[in-house]
């Protein structure tokens, strides 16, 4: 099973009227990791092989701790729970400077071939990388 990890810095414009970052932005920032995770593998969410995509059929957060603008985070992508043409991904958001988990949240994807607007089995390739 690969797992990945990414950096950020908090920018001003996650931040909201309370001070801490959205919690809309939390679904951004997996979704940045993420991209970056397929990238590293070779992929993008359009292309895991074999015509196939994904999409998003769930997305879970828990919300930890306030993240504030400046704070330097590491997000880990570890994939989960394989099954039939789902799969999800894990991830783990830590603030560097003291080690706090601030965010924890899964997202099942599904392989998906945008043609014919339909899932389909997720591409062998694809599967040895993340299994």
Avoid: C
């Amino acid at each position: 099973m690969s797992s990945f990890s990414w950096p950020y810095r908090v920018p001003i414009g996650d931040i909201n009227y309370g001070g801490h970052m959205g919690n809309d932005r939390s679904l951004s920032l997996f979704h940045e990791a993420r991209l970056s995770y397929l990238k590293s593998l070779g992929f993008s969410e359009l292309n895991i092989g074999n015509n196939a995509g994904i999409i998003m059929r769930n997305a879970q957060v828990d919300f930890m701790a306030e993240i504030f603008h400046g704070d330097e985070l590491e997000i880990d992508v570890t994939p989960g729970e394989i099954k039939g043409a789902r799969f999800t991904l894990n991830y783990e958001v830590k603030r560097l400077g003291d080690g706090k988990t601030v965010l924890r949240g899964s997202t099942v994807l599904v392989a998906f071939d945008y043609q014919i607007k339909k899932p389909v089995p997720i591409p062998e390739e694809f599967l040895k990388l993340i299994s």
